[in-house]
């Protein structure tokens, strides 16, 4: 979301405010704070949501925290419009203070599939949601099965594909020195995520995936895990391959230092968002592991593969070293845009028009909800 962040910054017509809240507040995440503090896109406002328990419940009992937060929040600061992205609970929390405030919900993202509690979480803040921008025809037509009328729905595209468009690149020798790679060889970037209906198999899916590198032996950068249910549990497991000699883990890389690792890197291997979305614009292949992603639109550079150690080491193999796999990459296409997501965001937020019928979902829709210039 930098890109549009930075894009409402730097408008003359919008403010922006920020509510930092989630992982962003937990000590092991303390430099993703730093950076969102050192972007200096408007006020910060921190509220804490998660509880120390790692479970679902807790999650449940988050939420419920943080719909009483952010109302304390969007009623101190009253805002005009309230910009969600995605499918996380602190999003759905929002969006449920929001409606019940009657602040307009600009929704990015909605319509999207990736399986698991996520799609029931986004498919919910679609509902309460007044204006969706999504990132592809597929999930504006999945919006449109959903009852959201045409008119308040418009495709934009990924706006994480501004952030490659315009990045500034860590130079790989950089990358090389601080993570202590030979640039020479193969390296594998992993990342993985508990799925939220299968946290008792979290820590064992995860192992299945350290077998296989560590058959490889290949140097690899491993990131942690989110903080949803099974999260902690994953981390500590991770960290027990740490002396590995092939193994780099890092806590949280950063969106400049990810991405340029995504430059250099031979495979993606994982179940993150990022080796969908992102991966395609590299043509980096990328190892989908398990349901987490499933039935998302993907890119020809994604294989997918069940949570078993000898598959996961067969697909890496076969992405390194297959010549029609490799040939295939050099006609890779990113479906989720062009990189210019934010110029089109930040032009429709000014030209939105904030009406009674704009939250007025149930009644007979306006022929547009934005000025013409």
């Not at 390296?187 to 296989?212: F, G, R, S, W």
């Not at 614009?281 to 993907?298: D, E, M, Y």
Request: aromatic share 6%; glycine share 8%.
């Amino acid at each position: 979301m930098s890109p549009v962040f930075q894009a409402i910054r730097d408008s003359d017509d919008l403010e922006l405010e920020l509510i930092v809240s989630g992982m962003h507040l937990l000590p092991e995440f303390a430099s993703g704070l730093a950076r969102i503090r050192e972007d200096n896109f408007g006020i910060l406002h921190h509220t804490s949501m998660l509880l120390g328990e790692d479970s679902g419940k807790a999650m449940s009992q988050s939420l419920g925290l943080a719909i009483f937060n952010f109302s304390e929040l969007m009623g101190a600061c009253q805002p005009d419009i309230l910009l969600l992205q995605g499918d996380r609970g602190e999003m759905l929390a929002g969006a449920i203070a929001a409606a019940h405030m009657n602040i307009p919900i600009v929704h990015m993202s909605g319509g999207d599939y990736s399986g698991s509690i996520d799609d029931s979480i986004r498919n919910a803040i679609s509902k309460f949601s007044h204006i969706h921008l999504t990132t592809c025809r597929q999930s504006s037509e999945r919006l449109y099965d959903m009852g959201e009328t045409k008119e308040r729905v418009i495709e934009v595209g990924e706006s994480g594909l501004d952030v490659i468009r315009s990045m500034k690149y860590v130079p790989a020798e950089d990358i090389a020195k601080e993570l202590q790679l030979d640039l020479s060889r193969p390296i594998i970037l992993a990342t993985q995520h508990p799925v939220t209906t299968e946290t008792d198999e979290a820590v064992p899916q995860l192992m299945q995936t350290l077998e296989a590198l560590e058959e490889l032996g290949m140097q690899t950068v491993f990131t942690y895990p989110n903080s949803d249910a099974g999260g902690r549990e994953m981390a500590q497991a991770l960290e027990t391959h740490r002396n590995r000699d092939y193994m780099r883990i890092v806590a949280n890389l950063g969106s400049q230092k990810f991405l340029s690792l995504m430059r250099i890197a031979s495979v993606m291997v994982g179940n993150s968002s990022s080796g969908i979305l992102e991966s395609a614009s590299f043509a980096l292949p990328v190892i989908n592991i398990g349901t987490r992603q499933h039935g998302r639109l993907q890119a020809n550079n994604v294989i997918d593969v069940d949570h078993d150690h000898t598959k996961i080491k067969d697909a890496i193999l076969f992405a390194m070293n297959n010549a029609q796999f490799r040939d295939g990459l050099g006609v890779c296409k990113n479906p989720y845009g062009d990189g210019h997501t934010a110029a089109r965001t930040v032009d429709l937020l000014q030209r939105l028009k904030i009406t009674p019928g704009l939250l007025a979902k149930w009644m007979p829709t306006e022929k547009t909800f934005f000025q013409e210039i």
